[in-house]
Antibody, heavy 117, light 112 residues
Framework: EVQLVETGGGLVQPGKSLKLTCATS????????MHWVRQSPEKQLEWVAQ??????????YYAESVKGRFTISRDDSKSSVYLQMNSLKEEDTAIYYC????????WGQGTLVTVSS | DVVMTQTPPSLSVAIGQSVSISCKSS???????????LHWLLQSSGRSPKRLIY???NLDSGVPDRFSGTGSQKDFTLKISRVEAKDLGVYYC?????????FGGGTKLELK
């Protein structure tokens, strides 16, 4: 059974940092392209970042809204993907989901990030 | 960015009815490999999204054949035949042909 479990969310002040982790099981993680997607309080889904597999040189891609502030990475030995979020803004407040596969095949349960003073 | 426009934003349906949801993209979703990376997701109340259909018309494992996807280039449709209560929620189309990946605004399917 495919499982994706996000952790690391919480309440953080503007300008601070947070690191999210997505631990996976049930599929060959090392071959999988992985995404982070967020859902705002208004329920709109927004793609945040993607990391490809080793065979694609771990290429990374970002939404303009987070480029330069967020970093996606992965550890194939731990079947995990990460999202380092720096210089957080109030508009980054959302539920953050990780998703596997090029076409959003599987999703985790999400972790809530609230940026507020 | 590729804008994904879904209509209608909401649908009221009786159990057993059939419904269609439209998704139009601002650019063609045909990739250089000839494939079209348009997918449909369902988010039931309080749950995370779940993919139902990938690459326009391919049903994910376990998805009943009451669901079907059609379309090409920039114009796509999700059809649900004989709606059941477990089909209620918000449907999203999503494209992974272009960067940034983008989602439609969602269509909320609710009971009449």
């Amino acid at each position: 059974e495919v499982q994706l479990v996000e952790t690391g969310g919480g309440l953080v002040q503007p300008g601070k940092s947070l690191k999210l982790t997505c631990a996976t099981s049930g599929f060959t993680f090392s071959n999988a392209w992985m995404h982070w997607v967020r859902q705002s309080p208004e329920k709109q889904l927004e793609w945040v970042a993607q990391i490809k597999a080793k065979s694609n040189n771990y290429a990374t891609y970002y939404a303009e809204s987070v480029k330069g502030r967020f970093t996606i990475s992965r550890d194939d030995s731990k079947s995990s993907v990460y999202l380092q979020m720096n210089s957080l803004k109030e508009e980054d407040t959302a539920i953050y989901y990780c998703s596997s596969g090029g076409g959003f095949a599987y999703w985790g349960q999400g972790t809530l990030v609230t940026v507020s003073s | 960015d590729v804008v994904m426009t879904q209509t209608p934003p909401s649908l009221s349906v009786a159990i057993g009815q059939s419904v269609s949801i439209s998704c139009k993209s601002s650019q063609s979703l045909v990739y250089s490999d000839g494939k079209t990376y348009l997918h449909w997701l369902l988010q039931s109340s309080g749950r995370s999204p779940k993919r139902l259909i990938y690459q326009v018309s391919n049903l994910d494992s376990g998805v009943p054949d009451r669901f079907s996807g059609t379309g090409s280039q920039k114009d796509f449709t999700l059809k649900i035949s004989r709606v059941e209560a477990k089909d209620l929620g918000v449907y999203y189309c999503a494209q992974t042909t272009h960067f940034p990946r983008t989602f439609g605004g969602g269509t909320k399917l609710e009971l009449k």
